[in-house]
């Protein structure tokens, strides 16, 4: 991957979606080198993408996304399922772009794939990537160089695997226990549209729309969806096994459940943590404290999902200690969702700006 004079060409997959117009705006704020930028239609005429555009100051032909190959890009970012909305066979895609083949892309040589969709989770030759654990606390070592693409975790992993790798730096932990409240922008604008539409309808007396959720998630608390559109099936059982490859066995693996409400955007984690020895939650406030998580003191309001909605930052209230086990803390953590996956996004694709440089 090496960077032109005017910075690196980039392809966005998915960029009219949630996530990927996040990706965008974050690579905008943080300047990140970019000379073009393309931008695939992946997701149909229900949710149209943006054109394929041209960030440099002497605009270049437009090329139609058959036309971009591995060879005309530095660095890919695939923020939406391949795919979707496209009539054509997974053979004939395949065959006509490089940018709609799981297998190519997997596979590219020439430039980095940084998947925040999962697109790529059936494919060898991939690596965990969440750059700000590497610095801080070393769990998680450099690929090797035969890694072909990178994978950006879940969010929730992120939140996860942060807390417990600070905290079990100085105190070994025991067990935990841990809870994520996953808002429907994890699944997409269609899920936001139909939650609007369960609310307004339920609050007019009127039928309900079922297709995404398979149920009523409005004004409810679930412990699992219908039959998610389009959305894995079981959230907990993915995000442990990417947190056991980046714990890599330096804390242990939570118990974990997902639980579903009418909350729009923005992720909460309820996380119970036994340490083998006791330790105040002030103690415990200093550990976690520290870029990208804030610690809120117990005179301070606790964090919300509407709290940090468009923050950086991953926030965690006051700790609490549990009264009935001299070890026990409890743990609740907020971020936004979409903000923090582009985030350690972009971040993988600094680290590998880095490295061209050298």
Known sequence: MNAASGGFRVAVVGASSLLGKELLAVLKERNFPISRLVTPNVLGAQDP????LDLSDVLERVVAETDVGEADLDIVFLAAPLLSGNKKSRTETEESSFLQSPKRLAAAARCKVIDLSECLAGEAGGALSVPFLDRITAAHPEPETGTRFFIAPHPATIILSAILLRLSARFPIKSAVGQIFDPVSDIGSHAIDELQKQTMNLLTFQKIPQKVFGTQLAFNLLPRLGHPQGHRTNLARHVQKEMTELLSQRAPLPALRAVYGPVFH???CSLYVELDQPATPETLSQLLAGAPITVRKSSEGPPSQVDVAGSDE??????????AHAGGVWIW???????LAALNA?????????KARV
């Open 49 to 52: 993408e943006l054109p394929v």
């Open 266 to 268: 923005s992720l909460a």
């Open 314 to 323: 991953i926030i965690v209230d006051a700790l609490t200690a549990d009264g």
């Open 333 to 339: 953590a907020a971020a936004d969702n979409l903000r």
């Open 346 to 354: 972009v971040e993988i694709a600094e680290s590998l700006s880095a």
